[in-house]
């Protein structure tokens, strides 16, 4: 009988956030349930880690790859899951009855995306992101779904080919948007607090910024109307309009203060 669920890993170089990842999984109360590790040919023990942890582990596969997102498709084929979970090296889940909260509060109705709460965690400071119950358009647009926090139904995910691996750091949004808006899927939230993210993967290094941004813009334009982004910048614009004038109203006094007393000192050092 297929399992509930699918958590792929995948990895490259990182034993140490392998370990982490597959413990956090295998403490999980939560059984109806298979793991599967994609590694990309690590040279740094990772593979003595699978080894390691074998027996909880249904496949593993250590070889070269095109990347994260190929990689991640790679375990989606493995998979014979109802739902997807993608997990990857350094990432945890945040509690051990995450799982089993999440599929109790779950519900009897069929939606292609089901997500959670997430905590991301960067040189050793963690912050939590909740978000909305409703996915609408406005927090699309600005924002996107933690994919370590989010459940993908397989044979949706299958059906649309999975990844675009042409798009190298936002495959997982433009997934998103095709299932959202493209083809109307539905999405649920469960209020659980399901993964732990570290930050340190391409979309969040500051010189990969400016690429960020193309590909989201990218995405964007294959999904939605022109006049839609046209009216989201135009909002945009405004609001940075409407930001800057309060900024100056804030501290124009101030500034004026200042003038002054500078105005005060030259006319003593007179």
Known sequence: MAPALSIVTVCLNDREGLARTLESVERQGFRDLELLVVDGGSTDGSVEVLRAHAPRIARWVSEPDGGVYQAQNKGAAMAAGTWLLFLNAGDHLASDDALERLFAGLGADEPELVYGDVLYEKRGAVRRSTP??????????????????TLFRRSTFARLGGYDTSLRIVADYDLMMRIL????????????????????????????AERVAREREQVQARWLPAPVRELHADWLALRERTVGRRLRALFRPLARLLRDGVRRLRRRAA
Request: glycine share 6%; charged share 25%; aromatic share 2%.
């Open 132 to 149: 909305p119950g409703r996915l609408l358009l406005p927090y699309l647009l600005r924002s996107t779904l933690c994919t370590q926090a």
């Open 181 to 208: 808006l493209a083809e109307r899927g539905r999405a649920r939230k469960v209020p659980v607090t399901l993964a732990v993210h570290r930050q340190d993967g391409l979309s969040t290094r500051p010189e990969n």
